[in-house]
């Protein structure tokens, strides 16, 4: 036997408007708890104030008399005793005379002759390079030439004087230098080598460089319209070997 079911009497059929009444009734409620403020009830006494009256009393002016400062004493009285003494030392005077000169005073006339007249010649120390020097230094071995020749003979016995004193600095061949080192020095007006500087990759091919050159014999000095000078000449000396043998 079927249970049939009343359809007025189903709870579940307005279940979902219920429970949307439910919703919104929360809702509201929760809001106005929310929005309710609650106020703190302060506590404030009441007092009486009471005001007396403030009485300012007067205060007499009272003048005193007060008496006046004493006055200065009086200057003291100074006596003066003039004695008088009689004159027995004579003092001499002294005369300055002036040394003021006037045109009264007459100048002495000299005529200076043009033998006095001393000129003296300033010698000037003058440098000339080898390349535009007039008269070339004569190396010896390259006297009565004629100037080119003399200056094609300067740079052969050059070359043959580097190339017999040239040895090469053990201790640069230890560390492997080498290099091209240029020598510049100074004949002077006498014909010996002053002045010697180089610039080269290391001091040890430097000095030997410079020792070279400095072996160098006497010249005849350079000459400059007639004069000796000083000559400035440069050298190149090259330092290399064969690491292959």
Known sequence: MEAKKNPNLDIGRNSSIYFAIGLNLMLF????ALEYRTYDKAESNIDIVEMEDVVEEDIPIVSMNTSPPPPPPPPAAISESVEIVDDA???EETVIESTEIDQSDAIEERIVSVGDVVVEEIEEDVQVAFAVI???PVFPGCEGLSKQATKDCFQKK???HVTSNFIYPQAA???GIQGRVSVIFVIDKTGYITGIRSRGPDKILQKE???IIGK???MEPGKQRGKPVKVAYAVPIFFKYDSGS
């Open 29 to 32: 409620l929760s809001w106005q």
């Open 89 to 91: 030392i004579e003092i």
């Open 134 to 136: 007039e008269d070339v």
């Open 158 to 160: 050059m070359l043959e």
């Open 173 to 175: 061949l230890d560390l």
């Open 209 to 211: 460089a410079e020792r």
């Open 216 to 218: 160098l014999p006497k």
